[in-house]
């Protein structure tokens, strides 16, 4: 497994513990599961931090002796890179268009004039940030699992 696999796994696991934590602080364990929420937070607890030591270690270890990336990697980036700013272009766009939508239908339903508010929209940007992250660390181990 090549350093910039380790760091996309790495970096996978920190990217959905913060996503993780950041649905469960703001809307709560969904009332229709049964009440795991503390198994949960303590494996994405543990896996933040596993992940976390995991990068550390390797940038530690790059200034020992510096690895540059080659071609393969650059392209393997290039589409991780292109696959996460489709889904942010079209996420960005949703809400958007959902915000407009939302003053015209917000008086007639509850949903539309709850995803208007400044503050949904900022916890929706917020998530899909981090899930764009998720999709070009995904795509990246699964271009580094292909054979050459």
Excluded at 43 to 64: C, D, M, P, T, Y
Excluded at 96 to 108: A, H, K, Q
Excluded at 142 to 147: A, E, F, G, K, N
């Amino acid at each position: 497994m090549s350093k910039q696999e380790i760091l996309a796994w790495s970096s996978l696991a920190t990217s959905s513990s913060v996503v993780f934590f950041y649905v469960l602080i703001v809307f709560g364990w969904p009332d229709f599961l049964p009440d795991y929420a503390g198994l949960f937070t303590k494996i994405f607890f543990n896996l933040f931090w596993i992940a976390v030591v995991i990068e550390i270690a390797l940038e530690l270890g790059e200034r020992k002796q510096k690895v540059d990336k080659d071609e393969r990697d650059f392209i393997i980036e290039a589409r991780g890179l292109q696959r996460a700013y489709n889904f942010l272009s079209f996420a960005v766009a949703v809400v958007v268009i959902n915000w407009f939508l939302s003053d015209l239908f917000g008086e007639f339903s509850e949903v539309h004039s709850i995803l208007g508010e400044a503050r949904t929209t900022f916890h929706i940007l917020f998530i899909v940030l981090f899930v764009s992250n998720l999709i070009k660390r995904t795509t990246q181990i699964y271009y580094y699992r292909q054979p050459v």
